[in-house]
T-cell receptor, first 112, second 119 residues
Framework: AQSVTQPDIHITVSEGASLELRCNYS??????LFWYVQSPGQGLQLLLK??????LVQGIKGFEAEFKRSQSSFNLRKPSVHWSDAAEYFC??????????FGAGTRLTVKP | DTGVSQDPRHKITKRGQNVTFRCDPI?????LYWYRQTLGQGPEFLTY????????KSRLLSDRFSAERPKGSFSTLEIQRTEQGDSAMYLC?????????????????FGAGSRLTVL
């Protein structure tokens, strides 16, 4: 069964510092991979997605993620974090017509 | 495109009461999904519809839960005889149908959610 693991429950970074959020998946084929962000009281907003092709995908708000098949990973990165990036981040995996599975999330705190 | 709308945003009820949530998806999206999210967890899949047909249900969806999408547009999620363990955020999402493809086919658009508190 497909699954998603986000090893870091909570990460704190200083404003302006770089960010990497980890995501590992378990799936038999090449999955569709997503990162969503959720601010308090808000729905989930899609940051970026990987379906095929270039393994480095660019998203909104300056985020990018790299698909590494050999490591079954899809880590999210941002070179310089802004205070407004503080939120909960979810990695998700989906395939074809099936439902998407989400990781437990990583809460990002940004220090001034 | 007004996005995915959910109503009510917050519902407080006493244990044993019935509650119903409504979801209005993006109009051209034929697929509609319900997820449940508890504190500190990611969304967990409950069920989904293609048009009016309910195609898959999670084992999380006990017999106290029922979902409908009678005309293939809006959907309702009803919880009967609520329990304290039902307290959660219930998220609705929609997308265009289709088995993959690079653009749009598998991207879910989420509503803001309906938070249920069972006292």
């Amino acid at each position: 069964a497909q699954s998603v693991t986000q090893p870091d429950i909570h990460i704190t970074v200083s404003e302006g510092a770089s960010l990497e959020l980890r995501c590992n998946y378990s799936y038999g084929a090449t999955p569709y991979l997503f990162w969503y962000v959720q601010s308090p009281g808000q729905g989930l907003q899609l940051l970026l997605k990987y379906f095929s092709g270039d393994t480095l995908v660019q998203g909104i708000k300056g985020f990018e993620a790299e698909f590494k098949r050999s490591q079954s990973s899809f880590n999210l990165r941002k070179p310089s974090v802004h205070w407004s990036d503080a939120a909960e981040y979810f990695c998700a995996v989906g395939e074809g017509n099936n439902d998407m599975r989400f990781g437990a999330g990583t809460r990002l705190t940004v220090k001034p | 495109d007004t996005g995915v709308s959910q109503d009510p945003r917050h519902k407080i009820t006493k244990r044993g009461q019935n509650v119903t949530f409504r979801c209005d998806p993006i109009s051209e999206h034929n697929r509609l999904y319900w997820y449940r999210q508890t504190l500190g967890q990611g969304p967990e899949f409950l069920t989904y519809f293609q048009n009016e047909a309910q195609l898959e249900k999670s084992r999380l969806l006990s017999d106290r839960f029922s979902a409908e999408r009678p005309k293939g547009s809006f959907s309702t999620l009803e919880i009967q005889r609520t329990e304290q363990g039902d307290s959660a955020m219930y998220l609705c999402a929609s997308r265009r149908g289709g088995a993959g493809g690079k653009d749009g086919a598998n991207v879910l658009t989420f509503g803001a959610g309906s938070r249920l508190t069972v006292l």
